[in-house]
């Protein structure tokens, strides 16, 4: 989402840091030219004017003037002002008993989804969530919100059919809490595509009966200023204590999460960075901050390889890449361990410089047509891909519906690859016979890329 304005902030810094003295004149234009990129990208107007206050403020101090390396220190002092825009550090859920969150907004902004995604990370982090469907203007929502539960195997609060009244439904609902085992309540209210009076009456009605640790406001990132104007008029009205922050993955300019933390004063708590149930996150707004700014962020990407590739199979994978036993079937199963992660666009994204390198775009198309010639392959010839002979290769291709040719580069580069770590575990024989240093340490990989 923010490749454009990541683009126009890092050419800006660029040039900064290739003037060989700092001057308020240097620092003028630059923050010009980041101002102009912060209103492209659908900031808010007076919270870009503030922000490039306070970076003026701190970018003019004698210390960085005189630094030497001025043009480092500013790019310092914009990464701290912009996690501090973005709310510092995460903020965390408030859950105490009776854990109660009220999950509000607009039609289409993604209410239901969101629940199902936050009571899917509760679980995993060991809460046990309750579902509870309190939209009776949307009957679909129900049924998706049971579907989404059955999913994730949380349990689901359904309302009788034909039920009107919200107030009666909530405690209904709170009854069947007490039947549970569950710790956290999620209840999933109704939304309008327009705010009206009606909707927020409502909302405060049930804010009053169930008295929740969190309101929690699920806002489209897409949809940008409005989601600033929508955020205030809920705040306002319900005394939000946090917000979501959906389709970060999208295409939208991005400024809506720039400008809510400032406009509300609440925190970004979590976003949703995909379309898939598991694709919900905590906010960092220091990752985030790194992420625009192309600094990458190596800790999310850590964090998302070890939630997707269990330890017995990272050793394993390791092990035959040792000792040069890998085959395509271990390449099957470690691209799809890479594609569990995540979109690899945003991958590439979290790890830093990447952005840099304009060939780094990762067609996903062709990762599937990679896929689709080895699984046209028979297990025999994953496991022993040297009997891949002419004919054999005719056949995998017309069955992945690719040309002879993109199986070949693809065979040619699985081989090389094989080449290299055979080589690399002969090269570790060798060392360890001479009794000299093994420059590919412990693990089998040279150091530095460990």
């Not at 906010?283 to 625009?292: E, K, N, Q, S, V």
């Amino acid at each position: 989402m923010f490749s454009r304005l990541s683009d126009k902030l890092q050419d800006v810094f660029k040039n900064i840091r290739g003037q060989g003295r700092i001057s308020e004149a240097n620092i003028a234009d630059a923050l010009r030219e980041i101002r102009l990129a912060l209103l492209d990208a659908d900031v808010d107007y007076q919270v870009a004017k503030d922000f490039i206050a306070r970076v003026k403020e701190k970018a003019l101090g004698e210390e960085v003037l005189r630094s030497i390396t001025p043009g480092q220190q500013i790019v310092k002092i914009f990464h701290e002002e912009l996690q501090a825009l973005l709310g510092g550090d995460a903020a965390p859920l408030h859950l105490d008993a009776p854990a109660r969150i009220l999950v509000v907004g607009l039609n289409g902004a993604g209410k239901t989804t969101s629940s199902a995604k936050l009571a899917r990370l509760l679980k995993a982090q060991g809460k046990a969530p309750l579902l509870l469907a309190c939209d009776l203007q949307r009957p679909a929502a129900i049924d998706q919100l049971d579907v989404l539960g059955r999913q994730i195997e949380v349990p689901v609060f359904r309302p009788a059919p034909g039920s009107t009244d919200v107030l009666a439904v909530a405690a209904e609902g709170l009854k069947w809490c007490a039947t549970q085992n569950g710790n956290v309540q999620i209840f999933d209210t109704a939304g309008r595509q327009d705010l009206d009076g009606p909707l927020l009456d409502e909302l405060r009605a049930l804010r009053d009966a169930l008295q929740p640790r969190e309101i929690l406001l699920v806002c489209d990132a897409a949809t940008g200023q409005q989601a600033v104007g929508v955020a205030q008029r809920f705040h306002e009205a319900l005394g939000l204590t946090g917000l979501v922050l959906t389709k970060l993955d999208g295409d939208a300019r991005g400024g809506a999460a720039l400008s809510l933390r400032s406009v509300t004063g609440q925190p970004i708590k979590f976003a949703g960075v995909g379309e898939k149930i598991d694709q919900f996150e905590v906010f960092h707004p220091d990752r985030l901050a790194g992420r625009i700014l192309g600094m990458g962020d190596v800790v999310s990407l850590v964090e998302k390889a070890a939630e997707a590739i269990s330890e017995v199979d990272a050793r394993r994978m390791e092990e035959k890449l040792r000792t040069a036993r890998f085959d395509l079937n271990d390449f099957l199963q470690q691209f799809k361990m890479i594609r569990r992660m995540g979109p690899l666009e945003n991958l590439l994204g979290m790890i830093p410089g990447m952005d840099k390198m304009k060939g780094a775009s990762v067609d996903e198309k062709q990762l599937k047509r990679v896929e689709a010639i080895i699984l046209s392959m028979t297990p025999a010839e994953r496991g022993r891909p040297d009997i891949l002979n002419a004919r054999r290769r005719q056949r995998i291709a017309r069955g992945s519906g690719v040309s002879v040719s993109e199986v070949n580069n693809l065979v040619l580069r699985f081989n090389q690859m094989r080449k290299m770590m055979k080589n690399m575990g002969s090269m570790k024989k060798l060392m360890a016979r001479a009794g000299g240093p093994n420059p590919f340490g412990s693990s089998g990989l040279p150091k530095g890329f460990r």
